[in-house]
């Protein structure tokens, strides 16, 4: 990942969040301590953010620099965790059965299983254009995965395909898995940033035998604009830190969660 780029999804991280530490920082991006200093005084001196003890925050009178109003751009976002985003996508791939029919969520983490699914013999449905490119480009066998795409309406930065014809082909499928990327966790459930992807996100829920949520530990204790489930809507977790003590008080004996 190119300098610019990385500050450009330091800077996206740091609206996203209000504010990064250095720690953080080096683990979401697999960098030095010294990198991301050099990265944060770059940032700040430009404006795009304020410095505080030890990382940013979000500059209020600063405009956004990135596109895509209230959603990451997924190429930014790629970029991110990407250790624990494979550790996560194998884990919940390893729960596919040969001749499974699967839904998949579009984001960043559900995008890490597509290396595991390619060539399996299962069936696809996926509003993801992300997704659905990488298997097709991965998938060496005659007998891999085929995938189906829900339709609906492109929204912009983000490859996904949402909106009223989106949750209207959901809803003519059965499947018996469907896997979700989540924008935040907290004691209530799962939140996302957008109304057409939450809603598309519980189309899945209700078609699907057994729904399985990814997130990684940048998930927990955020909470974004719109409510997509509860605990008890969804059936396993899959994510590489466990939850705070209140979180895990709030989770117990309503979803199974597994550690990657």
């Not at 504010?19 to 920082?25: G, I, R, S």
Request: neutral net charge; aromatic residues 4%; hydrophobic residues 45%.
């Amino acid at each position: 990942m190119q300098r610019l780029e990385r500050q450009r999804a330091l800077i996206a991280l740091v609206d996203r969040q209000g504010d990064l530490t250095l720690e953080e920082a080096c683990r979401a991006f697999t960098i030095s301590p010294a990198t991301a200093r050099r990265d944060f005084l770059e940032i700040t001196t430009r404006g795009a953010a304020e410095k505080t003890w030890g990382g940013l925050r979000k500059n209020p009178s600063a405009s956004s620099t990135v596109a895509g109003g209230d959603m990451v751009p997924s190429g930014l976002r790629e970029h991110l965790y990407i250790q624990e985003k494979e550790r996560i996508a194998r884990a919940a791939a390893a729960l596919v059965k040969d001749g499974d029919v699967i839904t998949i969520d579009g984001g960043t983490t559900t995008l890490a299983m597509a290396p595991h699914l390619a060539n399996r013999r299962v069936r696809i449905l996926t509003n993801s254009l992300l997704i659905a490119h990488r298997i097709d480009q991965l998938r060496t066998t005659p007998d891999g995965a085929e995938v189906f795409l829900t339709g609906g309406f492109l929204y912009p930065g983000s490859g996904l395909l949402v909106g009223p014809q989106a949750v209207e082909n959901l809803a003519a499928y059965h499947s018996r898995w469907a896997f979700l990327s989540v924008g935040g966790l907290d004691a209530a459930g799962a939140t996302n940033t957008n109304q057409l992807v939450a809603e598309s996100e519980r189309a899945m829920l209700r078609q699907a035998e057994c729904s399985v949520v990814l997130a990684d530990a940048s998930k927990w204790s955020r909470r974004d604009m719109v409510r997509v489930f509860a605990w008890d809507e969804a059936d396993i977790l899959v994510t590489d830190t466990a939850p705070s003590p209140e979180i895990a008080k709030a989770l117990a004996g309503k979803i199974e969660v597994r550690l990657a």
